[in-house]
Structures are given as structure tokens and as C-alpha cells.
């Protein structure tokens, strides 16, 4: 049984991610790239959450989203 929800906050606009905005949001690990590159099993991650809106709006990269990654699936 998955434990009681209690939110989770946007990393670009700082308001909570509720329940009801989980299909609009999405979470990004980040893990130093040398562990990564060197597939260090300890390699620490930190978990970021954001609304796709904000993300979207802030985004710089010029990678593409692969295709699903922003959206719900379930
Ligand atoms: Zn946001």
C-alpha cells in the first residue's frame, strides 16, 4: 500500500505538486556525472520534482524529450 501522499515542491516555481497535479509534473534525478560516467555503484542522486509547465518554460538544452518521458502514461 503506498504511504500517504504529502506533496512535493517544483524546483523552478516553488509551489506544491499535489495529488491531483502528479500527471503534470514530472522528477529528475541528479547524479554527479563523473560517478555516472564511471558507473560508481555508490553514486549519490538527489531527486528533483517539477511542474512540465515550468519545466518546459525554463528549459535552455537543446536535447529533444524523448517521446513519453512528459507524459502520463498510467
Ligand atoms: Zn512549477
Redesign the pocket.
Known sequence: MRPSFTGFE?C??K?SIGAEGEAQSVVLTATNLSDWSSDLEEARYQQLF??I??LMENWKGRVSWEAGVLVNSG
Open positions: 517544483c523552478f516555481c509551489k517539477a511542474h509547465a515550468c
